[in-house]
């Protein structure tokens, strides 16, 4: 063995003795935690409250989406004690490029957005955005939200069906979905005038930052991570196992109005419009018309470089990684963690040096 493997060697093993410094591999993910209270929508036009009987906002496009969204995210922060711009800001397309998406591109950039800023808010929260919107999702989204526009009926069950049962009675989402505790929102508007400005923008507004009076149930969904805020178990949140890692589910919107919508007979309503949000978490399969893979397996058998043996050069690279000196790959990061306990820390590049002179990761190299 050369000087120079022994030196390196040497270097290892000193510094593993006296550091324990952790890098997380893929880990699940908790959901941000809810609001103590309501944050009224609030853009350049001024207040919408109705609990205060206040009607001052502009709903005036872009400018007061941003406007809203930012000012919801800065009181957010006073609420949790977080430092001023932690959770940043909404940045939106130009005017001219939002008024052409769809709902659905834009629920998914304003979802992902909220979903994204929010790591590390709390301890476990990761942000992990949702995978992408799903033709079959949107389609179920904007069945539902016709149907009670159609029959003039608000609920969550009006066709029959509850939400879950529409998801696994649709002959395509049915075979290729997973478990999941939440499957939709629901926001309707009505006006005395002609027509309810930027419907799906402000319910994921009030869905985020107004929800207190459904005891944060809508945000919890829209938020919805790995572990479900009100119930641990593993098989309630997104189970993070199908194509890229660390990307949750496909979303769906449906946006349905009528001036005849009026489901409460006020009487003086002139355009209701209702917006349905569902969303799946996927399986892979022959059948499922997307192209996602599986997960690869995490191989914890030391050969960090990936050459097909486990030497003094994979011990280092373990402990480079464990000094957060390199941002390893998913491969790369399991090979490290020859222990399998989900980090990478010194011991493991002892570990994997040990390999070298008959000793083992958990699983060897073939």
Same mark, same amino acid.
């Given at each position: ?139 179920? $989204?904007? =069945?539902?939200?016709? %149907? ?5 009926? &608000? *609920? +969550?069950? /009006? ?43 402000? $319910?994921? =507004?009030?869905?985020? %930052? ?5 005891? &944060? *149930? +809508?945000? /919890? ?146």
């Amino acid at each position: 063995m050369t000087a120079s493997v022994l030196k390196s060697i040497g270097s290892i093993l000193m510094i593993a003795l006296i550091l324990g410094l952790l890098i997380p591999l893929s880990v699940e993910g908790e959901s941000p935690p809810n609001l103590s209270g309501n944050i009224p929508w609030t853009d350049t036009g001024g207040t919408y409250d109705p609990d205060s009987g206040i009607y001052d906002a502009s709903f005036n496009g872009v400018v007061d989406i941003e406007s809203a969204f930012n000012n919801g995210r800065r009181q957010e922060e006073i609420q949790f004690g977080l430092s001023t711009d932690f959770l940043g800001n909404l940045v939106l397309p130009d005017q001219s490029v939002w008024d052409i998406m769809t709902p659905d591109e834009k629920a998914m950039l304003i979802m992902n957005s909220e979903r994204i800023v929010r790591e590390e808010m709390a301890p476990g929260v990761l942000g992990y955005p949702f995978n992408g919107v799903q033709a079959d999702v949107h389609d179920l $989204a904007q =069945y539902y939200s016709d %149907y009670l526009v159609d029959h003039n009926a &608000w *609920g +969550h069950s /009006e066709d029959g069906f509850t939400p879950y049962e529409r998801i696994d009675n649709d002959p395509v989402l049915g075979p290729c979905h997973e478990f999941l505790y939440r499957a939709e929102n629901i926001a309707a508007f009505w006006t005395s005038g002609s027509s309810n400005p930027l419907p799906v923008e402000r $319910a994921i =507004y009030m869905w985020v %930052y107004a929800d207190a009076g459904s005891s &944060w *149930g +809508h945000r /919890e969904t829209v938020l919805l991570q790995d572990k479900d805020l009100q119930n641990q178990n593993p098989f309630y949140g997104f189970n993070d196992n199908v194509g890229l890692s660390m990307v949750e589910g496909f979303i769906g919107i449906g946006l349905s109005e009528s001036p005849d919508y009026d489901p409460f007979g006020w009487g003086w309503v002139n355009m209701g419009t209702v917006v349905v949000f569902n969303y799946i978490d996927p399986v892979s399969t022959g059948s499922c018309p997307w192209d996602l893979t599986p997960t690869p397996a995490c191989l914890n058998h030391g050969d960090v470089t990936g050459d097909g043996n486990v030497t003094a050069e994979d011990a280092q690279q373990a402990f480079a990684i464990a000094l957060e000196m390199m941002v390893p790959t998913f491969e790369e990061a399991c090979a490290a963690d020859c222990n399998s306990d989900g980090s990478v820390t010194a011991g493991d590049a002892q570990q994997i040096f040990g390999v070298i002179f008959g000793g083992s990761c958990v699983d060897p190299v073939s």
